[in-house]
């Protein structure tokens, strides 16, 4: 699989030996209603991830949770075998039940369950990330992770795993996480309503570590989405993508993941994400979540 020279907002960012578009893709949209099942367009998803790598993306966020298996067997489907420049990461400590809730799954057995399926279903000898899933659907939980990070890290001592990240994790946990094996990036909720993050995305960045954040366009109040609103009608674009814009701005660690079903919105996504912010649409945007 080729990937054209296209070039995308952001530039790219290197996690550890992976250097990934900063601008990549968010495969969950690809599964059925409520991330479970096929997709109701199967060649249409296959379509999706195909572009998103001819107008070179080199970043497929996924999880076997996700169908479950099923975003997983597409990405197989639509890309194997993978270009090198293609990086594609997953994450486990969440499974799927029969009413499409997300227990979490961290016991050393669930953990090493989960990342041999992410091998079989990507159909790799060796997953390029794992990010831990901490929490649970509700958000961030305290609590330590020292049993789960270690399963993860004696996976990665068997070369089933190449770099280590956290997801939903709080500063607690990420400290800990860093006093036992490196990690190379870590996925919470951010966006420009939600900056509970502020410090630990400045923190990671002075560490050389990624932050990866979802939900980039999720809890605004109607006054704070009127202020999005004002800016997007400004430079005559979407929420969306001022949101997203912002996001790449914010910091050159940032990394976003944003997910769609469709060809049409990917390529929506990536000219949204490159709008150019001046000083003042920015400071007019800071207020939002302060």
């Known amino acids: 699989m080729t990937t054209s020279t296209t070039s995308l ?38 379509a999706v991830l195909r572009e998103a790598v001819r107008l070179g993306i080199t970043h497929i966020d996924t999880a076997d949770a996700y169908g479950p298996h099923v975003t997983n067997r597409l990405i197989r489907e639509a890309l194997h075998p993978y270009s090198d420049a293609l990086h594609i990461v997953t994450k486990v400590g969440a499974v799927r039940d029969a009413q499409g809730g997300w227990p979490t799954a961290r016991e050393p057995e669930d953990l090493r ?13 060796r997953l390029d990330l794992v990010n831990l ?27 089933l795993i190449r770099h280590l990240g956290l997801s939903n994790a709080t500063a607690d946990q990420i400290a800990e996480a860093q006093a036992i094996a490196p990690f190379v990036c870590v996925q919470n909720v951010y966006n420009l309503a939600h900056r509970q993050d502020d410090d630990l995305v400045d923190r990671l960045a002075g560490q050389g570590i990624a932050y990866v954040p979802f939900f980039p366009l999720g809890g605004f109040s109607p006054l ?12 005559g674009t979407r929420p969306m993508s001022v949101a997203l814009a912002w996001l790449l701005h914010r910091s050159p660690n940032i990394l976003l993941i944003p997910g769609t079903s469709s060809v049409a919105h990917l390529r929506e996504n990536i000219t949204g994400a490159g709008v150019t912010l001046s000083e003042e649409d920015v400071a007019e945007l800071d207020v939002i979540g302060r």
């Open 9 to 46: 907002p952001g530039g790219t960012w290197t996690m550890g030996d992976l250097t990934v578009t900063r601008f990549g893709y968010g495969a969950m949209q690809l599964a059925g209603p409520g991330v479970m099942g096929p997709p109701a367009d199967h060649d249409g998803a296959l």
């Open 113 to 125: 369950r989960a990342v041999h399926s992410n091998l079989e279903n990507l159909g790799v000898e």
């Open 224 to 235: 704070q989405s009127s202020a999005l609103s004002a800016v997007a009608a400004r430079l």
């Open 133 to 159: 899933r901490l929490g649970d659907a509700g958000g961030p939980r305290p609590g330590s992770l020292a049993k789960a990070y270690e399963t993860l890290v004696d996976l990665q001592g068997q070369g």
